[in-house]
């Protein structure tokens, strides 16, 4: 290689989180010569696993894998390259203080005080949902359909949501699907049970990850991407925690050519005559590609990163107004031994629990980050993978939770005081459920919204790159200028959860960016 080209890529991708690594992945497998640059010192972003203390190791951010798309999956052969299931398909444990607590699966629902009539309704509705998730989910695995210039991919695409729509689903289902779609999860599950230990459960799958709450409009959305991605929303742990799963999508995407470094933040993408020539790193290094795909946050990538002045004033003020408020904290316990959490074996603990009994209880919770308050009485979805995966905790175990609802921006800050409060008040909450559970920690921490974004670059401690809502989703994602993977900038390109289909470690959005810029169908 002589010196010229040392430096000089296809394809330079900003951020290893995994979008950045599935992109490069099927960049390098169509033979082009792509470079991963990761600021942090392993790859992963949100997908990671770290040490929480001497012996323990954590999924720092997302715990569960139950949104990997299927095709990245298997046209990354991630088994191959070492992602392997600690456990598959668990159960959703919905808590009660008395031990009444609420199991629920794909399509039953049992415990909790619930009838044998709201039984079959639940497994009614889980039907109904999967019907829509399935006539739906088909569109997270390409680009959004482009309304104002379609192609005939475009058309067809369009023509099979129709097909899809009226005749696979026949005219009563798509009817009730289009009335469903923009609304609440609060009111959806009124009209469908009785039962609030369900209507929590089912209310904080809506509401997780997102700023809303149950009767905030449009989130009935959210809950329905849940099953319309991956495996119809399986829910997993893998084995070596979520770091297992990036490390998996490196590795292949090394095996294809790829070259990934970490330690290796960009400080700014370069533009020469309009286009982009590529970036220069924190240490001054300069690297050059005509093609820049920026796995980091939208709003970072143009403002920080290019710099407003290479955009239109319209793209600006619509990035400017792109929504990106979180709301979720992350809550990781080193444990000498498991708490005991009234009325549930060690199997039943592997599950994803849940402390979210009643959606109005959700509602309150939500109340409070409106007004830059943390809630006190926070609703959590926990997981203690250490129970089906031993290679995370030489002994005792650990606890990964995420607590709804904290804002990003405290009133008076995220001071350390603020943070420890934070962090008292969710652990008295899993001690109302398990409350010898102070007894068996042995280390605990909780990263806020503002931590998330300072350590992973989630701005505003949004885990989907910019809020999840009807008017910033498919053709509108992260805006209508941008929302087929190219921004308005020659060369520059995004491919991370900022962009169609969003977050969640599902790698679509990464594989998507990497079909489109491939097939150079990119408008
Ligand atoms: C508390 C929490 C719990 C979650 N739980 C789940 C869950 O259980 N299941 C699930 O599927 N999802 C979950 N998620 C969501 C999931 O983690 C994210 O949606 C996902 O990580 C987004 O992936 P990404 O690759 O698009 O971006 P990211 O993971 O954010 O990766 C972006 C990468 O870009 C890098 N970067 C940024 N700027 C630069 C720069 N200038 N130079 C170089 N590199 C840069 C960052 O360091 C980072 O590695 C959770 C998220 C959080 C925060």
Redesign the pocket.
Same mark, same amino acid.
């Given at each position: 290689m002589t010196d010229s080209n040392k430096n000089k890529y296809d394809a330079i991708i900003?951020? @290893?989180?995994?979008?950045?690594l599935v992109c490069a992945a099927y960049l390098a497998k169509a033979g082009k010569k792509v470079i991963v640059?990761?600021?942090?010192s392993q790859v992963?972003?949100?997908?990671v696993t770290s040490e929480l203390c001497y012996g323990k190791r954590i999924s720092y951010?997302?715990?569960?894998?139950?949104?990997l798309n299927t095709h990245v999956l298997k046209e990354l052969n991630l088994a191959a390259h070492g992602l392997k299931f600690a456990a598959r398909d668990l159960s959703t444990v919905s808590l009660d203080r008395d031990g009444d607590h609420l199991i629920l699966t794909k399509n039953s629902a049992k415990g909790g005080g619930i009838t044998k009539e709201e039984a079959v309704a639940y497994k009614n509705f889980m039907m109904l949902i999967h019907d829509y998730a399935k006539t739906l989910g088909f569109l997270m695995d390409s680009p959004p359909i482009d309304i104002f210039n379609p192609d005939w991919d475009d058309k067809l695409a369009a023509l099979k949501l129709g097909w899809k729509l009226r005749v696979g689903l026949g005219a009563e289902k798509m009817s009730e699907l289009l009335r469903m779609i923009g609304m609440n999860i609060r009111d959806v599950l009124n009209d469908e049970f009785e039962n609030n230990k369900l209507k929590g459960a089912l209310s904080f799958d809506a509401v997780l990850?997102t700023h809303t709450g149950p009767y905030s409009p449009g989130n009935f959305l959210n809950f329905l991407y849940r099953y319309a991605a991956g495996d119809s929303g399986a829910l997993n742990i893998p084995e070596g925690g979520m770091g297992a799963v990036s490390n998996a999508i490196a590795s292949s995407a090394t095996a294809s050519g790829a070259e990934v470094r970490t330690d290796?933040?960009?400080r700014t993408i370069n533009v020469e005559n309009c286009a982009v020539s590529g970036v220069t790193l924190e240490n001054g290094e300069i690297i050059n590609s005509s093609m820049v795909i920026s796995?980091?946050?939208t709003k970072?990538t143009v403002f920080d990163?290019v710099g407003t002045r290479h955009f239109e004033a319209d793209f600006v003020l619509r990035m400017t107004n792109y929504r990106m408020r979180g709301a979720?904290a992350?809550l990781h316990i080193a444990l000498h031994a498991l708490p005991d959490f009234k009325g549930l074996s060690k199997e039943d603990l592997a599950n994803r629990l849940l402390i979210a009994p009643d959606q109005e209880d959700v509602e309150r919770a939500f109340n409070h980050v409106k007004y830059g308050e943390t809630s006190p009485s926070p609703m959590m979805e926990i997981s203690i993978p250490s129970l089906v995966d031993k290679s995370l905790a030489d002994n005792g175990h650990v606890l990964s939770a995420?607590v709804q609802y904290a804002p990003y921006a405290l009133k008076g800050g995220w001071t350390e005081e603020a943070k420890a409060a934070f962090l008292e008040t969710c652990i008295d909450r899993i001690a109302e459920y398990a409350p010898d559970i102070r007894e068996q920690i042995e280390h605990a921490e909780i990263?806020t919204p503002k931590d998330?974004e300072d350590r992973?670059?989630?701005v505003g401690g949004n885990?989907?790159?910019g809020e999840l809502t009807l008017d910033q989703m498919l053709m509108l994602r992260p805006v209508p200028e941008a929302s087929r993977y190219a921004l308005p900038l020659d060369g520059l390109y995004i491919c991370?959860?900022g962009a169609h289909p969003g @977050?969640?470690?599902?790698g679509a959005?990464?594989r998507n960016a990497a079909k489109a810029i491939l097939k150079g169908e990119v408008k």
């Open positions: 900003v951020g @290893g989180g995994h979008n950045g640059l990761e600021a942090n992963g972003g949100g997908a951010c997302a715990h569960f894998l139950n949104q990850g290796a933040r960009v796995n980091a946050n970072t990163l979720a992350k995420t990263l998330l992973f670059g989630m885990w989907h790159h991370g959860a @977050g969640g470690v599902m959005a990464g």
